[in-house]
């Protein structure tokens, strides 16, 4: 009884294991192959520590379609596609940076057809939803689609074009696919405290002159203002000041790629610094949109003039606190007592300050031409706007001013 009981143990016993090793086949045929995260979890392995490697970045979209193409050239980075205009390298670098963190952390679909559905499709085919992002530099060719950003926020479904498996990979990864986004947008930045006078001109209309005299002036003076009339917003004149301030371009378009506009389309606007800086521009309306050509020059007179008004002020300052610094010294027998800070530059060697001053000017003048030339910018309306301005619509309209008197004035001048 009890052999046949040990031979039925045995026989169940092997019918577990066969049974285990079944199961366990099974499952493994239900797993894809490539079901692990591979040894280097990165999308790019090997990136991270070549980013400044990096010489050029091409987007292609849909039936193969470069869209965006950033170089890295003897000028620094630039978009070919908008006439190798300097490129927007922080942003640059952020997609970069991106890319290279971008650690797999799911295995996702290897079944070709439900790539759409994550948007890693090859982007030979017409419609395809993600962006191939390809790498120059690197000593090999680096390629990854980028597809959809997941429901989440904080993953995006991305697979290398030479592998079936797709995968989640860390971080978001937004690909910007119009060559404008990726334009160094900063086209001037003058504080309106610094502008001493602007003077507007429409076609065939009579200037608009704005001016201060000096910095401390808060408002700015409107030139020939008729008899009678006056100015509707004083905060909207100062407002004309702050054009340059911040401006970015919109787009830009290379010389020649345009017809030009007539001089009877052009407003000019000239805006001068009390140090001497002096910014023209022209612009005008095409289509829908407001384009603008700058260029920048240096007044030596006025550069020199405010170089010395400056260097006064600094001298009258430094001896102020210098007598203060004695007069507290006298007062306090020596304890305590302030002693002056070393004489400035430009009251110890005036004439090194001079020169430093001015050539600081003269690299912003070839540093703003260096950035206008060849080029005509797409500007925003309200800075186009601003330009865009005559003397009569900075005054009240004639009939709110004195209306009685004003329409008696109006049937004298008739009769005349």
């Known amino acids: 009884m009890n052999h046949v009981n040990t031979k039925g143990l045995l026989g169940l016993a092997a019918l577990a294991v066969v049974a285990v090793i079944a199961a366990i086949v099974v499952a493994s045929n239900r797993q894809p192959a490539s079901e692990s995260i591979p040894a280097s979890s990165e ?25 965006v193409t950033l170089v890295r050239g003897n000028q620094g980075w630039t978009v070919k596609e908008k006439g190798d205009f300097p490129a927007n390298t922080g942003k640059l670098r952020e997609l970069l940076l991106k890319m290279a963190g971008a650690e797999l952390l799911e295995p996702k679909t290897e079944n070709a057809e439900r790539y759409p559905e994550l948007g890693v499709e090859d982007v030979n085919t017409q419609g395809a939803k993600g962006v191939l992002v390809s790498l120059d530099g690197l000593g090999k060719p680096v390629r990854l689609i980028v597809g959809k950003v997941s429901g989440q926020g904080n993953g995006t479904f991305v697979r290398r074009p030479e592998d079936k498996q797709s995968w989640l990979a860390k971080g978001a990864l937004r690909i910007e696919r119009d060559p404008t986004q990726w334009l160094d947008k900063a086209l001037a930045d003058i504080p309106a405290d610094r502008i001493a006078e602007i003077v507007l001109t429409r076609p065939g209309g009579k200037a608009l002159r704005l001016y201060k005299t000096a910095p401390s002036d808060k408002e700015y003076k409107v030139a020939d203002i008729p008899s009678g009339r006056e100015l509707k917003d004083e905060s909207a004149v100062n407002g004309l000041a702050s054009t340059l301030t911040g401006l970015n371009l919109v787009d830009v378009l290379p010389d020649g790629s345009s017809p030009p506009p007539g001089q009877d389309q052009v407003v000019k606007a000239r805006y001068r610094t009390f140090d001497g800086l002096t910014v023209d521009v022209q612009t005008w309306k095409q289509d829908d949109k407001r384009l603008a050509r700058f260029s920048a020059a240096l007044d030596s007179a006025v550069a020199d003039a405010h170089i010395q008004a400056e260097q006064a002020k600094a001298k009258a300052d430094y001896e102020a606190k210098n007598k203060e610094a004695k007069d507290a010294a006298r007062e306090n027998t020596g304890e305590g007592a302030n002693t002056p800070d070393p004489a400035p530059l430009a009251v110890s060697d005036p004439a090194q300050d001079r020169e430093q001053r001015l050539d600081a000017l003269n690299r912003e003048v070839e540093t703003l031409n260096r950035r206008f030339a060849r080029w005509s910018f797409v500007i925003p309306e309200y800075k186009y706007a601003n330009m865009d301005k005559s003397l009569e619509d900075l005054l009240n309209p004639v009939a709110e001013k004195n209306g009685p008197a004003k329409e008696k004035q109006a049937k004298k001048s008739a009769k005349r």
């Open 43 to 67: 999308a790019l392995p090997g990136m991270r520590e070549h980013i400044n490697d990096v010489t050029g970045v091409t987007l292609i979209a849909a039936e193969e379609k470069p869209v």
